[in-house]
T-cell receptor, first 113, second 115 residues
């Protein structure tokens, strides 16, 4: 299984952008890149996903490197409510038996007021 | 509003007890998952199920079993609870989807303490 590597923690100031890196150097051509986040005392929630092109939604943007070996989740203006653990995971489209959804330790984001 | 509901938010059990954690989803999802979460270790997959009566081991299945008799319900069973199973347990579900790129929905979690 392709693995992801994320920094353990990041700090940001309120209303500033946050760039969360994720390395996935062994990614295969059919792996989708997914991001989830977990707010304190809650279960994880979906943030965004992509395959090759950059993606935007109301929560965040996902920038994917041209060689797909890394990606960056961008929170454009951090708020205190964005303080959470952010997980970057890969899901293989090609393998129809790949129902697993495996998480790593994630990046803990702290937002300073 | 989509929902994954775990039967208890907090649970305290004694060592050696048989413990059932229940999870129900109302989205007609094929896939259901059980994770445990411990400080510094992230989410670790215990078991998952891709259909009724089907189950597969995740990364840490030892000491656990599961049951999926109905599509909407996925139960995690601790046959004989031990103190090292004190943890936050999270249930999730997702649709199979054509390209496996669909999001998973999580419950609020059950904090289990084994004393």
């Amino acid at each position: 299984d392709a693995k992801t590597t994320q920094p353990n923690s990041m700090e940001s100031n309120e209303e500033e952008p946050v760039h969360l890196p994720c390395n996935h150097s062994t990614i295969s051509g059919t792996d989708y890149i997914h991001w989830y986040r977990q707010l304190p005392s809650q279960g994880p929630e979906y943030v965004i996903h992509g395959l090759t092109s950059n993606v935007n939604n109301r929560m965040a943007s996902l920038a994917i490197a041209e060689d797909r070996k890394s990606s960056t989740l961008i929170l454009h203006r951090a708020t205190l409510r964005d303080a959470a653990v952010y997980y970057c995971i890969l899901r293989d489209v090609r393998n129809s038996n790949d129902y697993k959804l495996s998480f790593g330790a994630g990046t803990t984001v702290t937002v300073r007021a | 509003d989509v929902k994954v509901t775990q039967s208890s938010r907090y649970l305290v059990k004694r060592t050696g007890e048989k413990v059932f954690l229940e999870c129900v989803q109302d989205m007609d999802h094929e896939n259901m998952f059980w994770y445990r979460q411990d400080p510094g270790l992230g989410l670790r997959l215990i078991y998952f199920s891709y259909d009724v009566k089907m189950k597969e081991k995740g990364d840490i299945p030892e000491g656990y079993s599961v049951s999926r008799e109905k599509k909407e319900r996925f139960s995690l069973i601790l046959e004989s609870a031990s103190t090292n199973q004190t943890s936050m347990y999270l249930c999730a579900s997702s649709t199979r989807g054509r390209f496996l790129n669909t999001e998973a929905f999580f419950g609020q979690g059950t904090r289990l303490t084994v004393v």
